[in-house]
C-alpha cells in the first residue's frame, strides 16, 4: 500500500512559481512511477509530468514542456513539480499518482492517489 500527499499549492499572479511536493509513504513507494494530474473547474483530469522510479527519466504533456520540471528524491520519498511561468490556464486541482508504468496519460493505470492540493492563477 503506498499513501500520497500533496503539498504546496496556492493562489499566484501569472508569471510567478509554484513549487508542489508529494509525499510518499509505503515500502514500494520508491519502485513506483510517479506521475502528476490535474483537474481543472468542469474538466476532465489531464495528465501534466511523470517521472521513473529511478529519477533518471521523465515525460511532459506539450502545454507544460519547458515550464514545468518534475524530480523525485527517494532518500525522502518525495516528488516534485516546479512550475514556472505559471498562466492561468494553470489553474487546477493537482494529484499525485503512482503507476507501474512510465509515461502513461491514462488515468485509470495508475493505482494510487493523493488527495490534491489547489493551484489558482489569477491574471
Known amino acids: 500500500q503506498v499513501q500520497l500527499v500533496e503539498s504546496g499549492g496556492g493562489l499566484v499572479q501569472t508569471g510567478d512559481s509554484l513549487r508542489l511536493s508529494c509525499a510518499g509513504s509505503?515500502?514500494?513507494?520508491?519502485?513506483?512511477?510517479v506521475g502528476w494530474f490535474r483537474q481543472a473547474p468542469g474538466k476532465e483530469r489531464e495528465f501534466v509530468a511523470e517521472?521513473?522510479?529511478?529519477?533518471?527519466?521523465?515525460c511532459y504533456t506539450d502545454p507544460v514542456r519547458g515550464r514545468f520540471t518534475i524530480s523525485r528524491n527517494n532518500a525522502e520519498n518525495t516528488v516534485s513539480l516546479q512550475m514556472n511561468n505559471l498562466k492561468p490556464e494553470d489553474t487546477a486541482v493537482y494529484y499525485c499518482?503512482?503507476?507501474?508504468?512510465?509515461?502513461?496519460?491514462?488515468?485509470?493505470?495508475?493505482?494510487?492517489w493523493g488527495q490534491g492540493t489547489p493551484v489558482t492563477v489569477s491574471s
Open positions: 499518482a503512482a503507476s507501474g508504468i512510465f509515461c502513461t496519460r491514462d488515468s485509470h493505470l495508475y493505482n494510487y
Open positions: 517521472v521513473t522510479w529511478s529519477g533518471t527519466s521523465t
Open positions: 509505503g515500502r514500494t513507494f520508491s519502485s513506483y512511477a
